[in-house]
């Protein structure tokens, strides 16, 4: 009880309770943007007669993302997070208006270009911003009121999206958030200013950074492509895209995160893997209880709110537990995510129990909340001020290579063994495959941890 009051003290004392808000405020209203988009495409696709571009959004996003993500991190660290922070906000802002009046597919697009550069911005500057703002022992903490940032969002956001498409306009999911961001950036601002100026530590010269950012957003956007379209042609564009990432990872992340190097290259591997194989899993899970069991839409959906409300309770527990060891918070994160996927495959075939889903897929939700949120505390603990916005990009990297990759193999491995009328065939093998994933992705960790006991 008295570290839960501590943390919260930490986070909402006079000094830091306007930065601690802005926070919640500022991601939260970006969960709901992204919550709230798939609800309102199929009207907005209809409206601008482009259905043909459906997917298009979302892909441009997440290559602008991924540019951005690199730009935030490497401009934090040269310059520090206030700059990054302070123009990311009003040009995400600016994004949604467009969006919000836009009367053709491209102008929608050049709208998601901005939100997605603005996005991967923002989450690297804001994650150098709480290293600067929190003491280490409170970050766990900080760190659980950002993923609890998602909660609401993850719960209402297609509600209301769905709601303002139907009695209003589909326009309002962008324009009723725009002077929101105004305001979470204008409680951020005193914060910024008095935390983030640069650092008097030059950070180490990546040349090159820039044209492998485009080199990895690239990569991204073909993997994601071919996952979307399995095709021979997409297959050959996923292996293009794999030969684009191949040389850009070299720069991207630290040097040996491949060969799970301890520190920060492994904790950097773990996000991706973590979020690769739960997203794999969930991937399929609305797929199997709607054709297998008969389940309605809604009711298919709900396991993903529920893992929702496990990752925020996952990660506000791990936020009150300053004294574990990072790298073994991580390994029980692989552990509930494989434990969670084990379930599944009780659960998904014909002959499985569906209710079980519900239960199975919330301990899964606690090891995201627990995991990824570890992986972030532990890389800023390790890094040095001025590889903050490197090492924080590379983890967000991982995190969008590992569910790109991983997704992609598992919808190539579902494809080849079953078919969307009757997946069992093709979800089942696969869940067993995550979960022997999971299992030796927790190896390496507990190694880790033990060579730190001795």
């Known amino acids: 009880m008295a570290t839960a009051e501590m943390s919260r003290s930490a986070l909402w004392n006079p000094r830091r309770r306007t930065f601690t808000a802005g926070l919640v405020l500022?991601?939260?209203?970006?969960?709901?943007?992204?919550?709230?988009?798939?609800?309102?495409?199929?009207?907005?696709?209809?409206?601008?007669?482009?259905?043909?571009?459906?997917?298009?959004?979302?892909?441009?996003?997440?290559?602008?993302?991924?540019?951005?993500?690199?730009?935030?991190?490497?401009?934090?660290?040269?310059?520090?997070?206030?700059?990054?922070?302070?123009?990311?906000?009003?040009?995400?802002?600016?994004?949604?208006?467009?969006?919000?009046?836009?009367?053709?597919?491209?102008?929608?697009?050049?709208?998601?270009?901005?939100?997605?550069?603005?996005?991967?911005?923002?989450?690297?500057?804001?994650?150098?911003?709480?290293?600067?703002?929190?003491?280490?022992?409170?970050?766990?903490?900080?760190?659980?009121?950002?993923?609890?940032?998602?909660?609401?969002?993850?719960?209402?956001?297609?509600?209301?999206?769905?709601?303002?498409?139907e009695h209003a306009s589909w326009r309002w999911v962008f324009l009723g958030l725009a002077p929101l961001v105004c305001l979470g950036t204008a409680m951020l601002v005193p914060t910024a200013r008095r935390f983030g100026a640069r650092s008097e530590d030059p950070p180490e010269p990546r040349p090159g950074l820039p044209l492998a950012a485009v080199g990895?957003?690239?990569?991204?956007?073909?993997?994601?492509?071919?996952?979307?379209?399995?095709?021979?042609?997409?297959?050959?564009?996923?292996?293009?895209?794999?030969?684009?990432?191949?040389p850009s990872l070299r720069l991207l992340l630290p040097k040996g995160t491949l060969r799970a190097r301890p520190g920060i290259p492994l904790m950097v591997l773990s996000r991706g893997l973590l979020a690769g194989l739960f997203f794999t899993a969930q991937a399929f899970v609305p797929l199997s209880l709607t054709v297998v069991h008969h389940y309605s839409p809604t009711a298919a959906g709900v396991p993903l709110t529920v893992a929702s409300i496990g990752w925020a309770a996952g990660s506000l527990w791990q936020?009150?537990?300053?004294?574990?060891?990072?790298?073994?918070?991580?390994?029980?994160?692989?552990?509930?995510?494989?434990?969670?996927?084990?379930?599944?495959?009780?659960?998904l075939p014909e002959w499985g129990l569906p209710w079980l889903v519900y239960a199975c897929w919330f301990v899964a939700g606690c090891g995201m909340g627990i995991g990824i949120t570890s992986t972030s505390v532990r890389v800023l603990a390790l890094s040095a001020e001025a590889e903050r916005g490197?090492?924080?990009?590379?983890?967000?990297?991982?995190?969008?290579?590992?569910q790109a990759t991983l997704v992609g193999l598992g919808g190539v491995v579902v494809a080849a063994l079953a078919t969307p009328a009757s997946p069992t065939r093709g979800v089942l093998p696969l869940d067993l495959v995550l979960l022997v994933g999971a299992v030796l992705a927790a190896l390496p960790l507990v190694r880790a941890t033990r060579g730190r006991a001795s």
């Open 26 to 165: 500022v991601i939260t209203l970006v969960a709901f943007e992204a919550m709230g988009l798939g609800t309102a495409l199929p009207t907005i696709v209809a409206e601008l007669d482009a259905q043909h571009w459906y997917s298009w959004p979302f892909t441009v996003f997440l290559a602008s993302s991924a540019i951005g993500t690199v730009i935030g991190g490497r401009q934090s660290d040269r310059r520090g997070p206030a700059l990054p922070l302070l123009v990311a906000l009003p040009t995400f802002a600016l994004g949604l208006v467009v969006a919000g009046f836009a009367h053709s597919m491209l102008v929608l697009l050049v709208a998601r270009v901005l939100q997605g550069l603005a996005g991967g911005v923002l989450i690297v500057a804001l994650y150098v911003m709480i290293a600067r703002v929190f003491p280490e022992e409170h970050r766990p903490a900080a760190f659980g009121a950002l993923s609890s940032a998602w909660v609401v969002p993850a719960l209402v956001g297609p509600v209301v999206s769905g709601a303002l498409t």
């Open 216 to 246: 990895a957003a690239g990569g991204v956007v073909a993997l994601n492509w071919a996952v979307q379209d399995p095709t021979l042609i997409s297959l050959l564009v996923g292996l293009a895209g794999v030969v684009a990432l191949v």
């Open 319 to 347: 936020g009150r537990q300053r004294e574990l060891r990072r790298e073994r918070v991580v390994a029980v994160g692989f552990s509930l995510v494989g434990f969670g996927v084990a379930g599944l495959s009780l659960s």
């Open 390 to 402: 490197f090492n924080s990009s590379a983890l967000q990297i991982s995190d969008m290579l590992g």
